[in-house]
């Protein structure tokens, strides 16, 4: 089992920028794929950006392409989300998730490891 904790989340204006940092506990973390989700109020929780154990591979969902970036650093057992370019309907609860390496999905059913969540709130 990985046991995660998210932190980095709060208040910016439209433009600005959050990086959020999970750091995961569990000798498996460097086995795991991991994924950051958010879930609008009202909305399903949906995939932002997942990254394989090895860090050879990512993946971002088309309404975060090109303004955010999955990192992760192995030897201390952590994955950031480095945030720029904010938006409004950014406005979510961002959770990190992990899974197994032999499945490198985007399903949230797929994840077996969440953390609590962080708020990322964007005004306008």
């Known amino acids: 089992q990985v046991q995660l904790v998210e932190s980095g989340g709060g208040l910016v204006q439209a433009g600005g920028s959050l990086r959020l940092s999970c750091a995961a506990s569990?000798?498996?973390?460097?086995?795991?794929?991991m994924a950051w989700f958010r879930q609008a109020p009202g909305k399903d929780r949906e995939i932002v950006a997942a990254i394989s154990w090895s860090g050879d591979s990512s993946y971002y969902s088309n309404f975060v392409k090109g303004r955010f970036t999955i990192s992760r650093d192995n030897a201390k057992n952590t994955v950031s989300l480095q945030m720029h370019s904010l938006k409004p309907e950014d406005t979510a609860v961002c959770y990190c998730?992990?899974?197994?390496?032999?499945?490198?999905?985007?399903?949230?059913?797929?994840?077996?490891?969440w953390g609590q969540g962080t708020q990322v709130t964007v005004s306008s």
């Open positions: 998730a992990a899974g197994p390496a032999r499945l490198y999905t985007t399903r949230p059913t797929d994840y077996n490891s």
């Open positions: 569990g000798r498996t973390f460097s086995l795991s794929n």
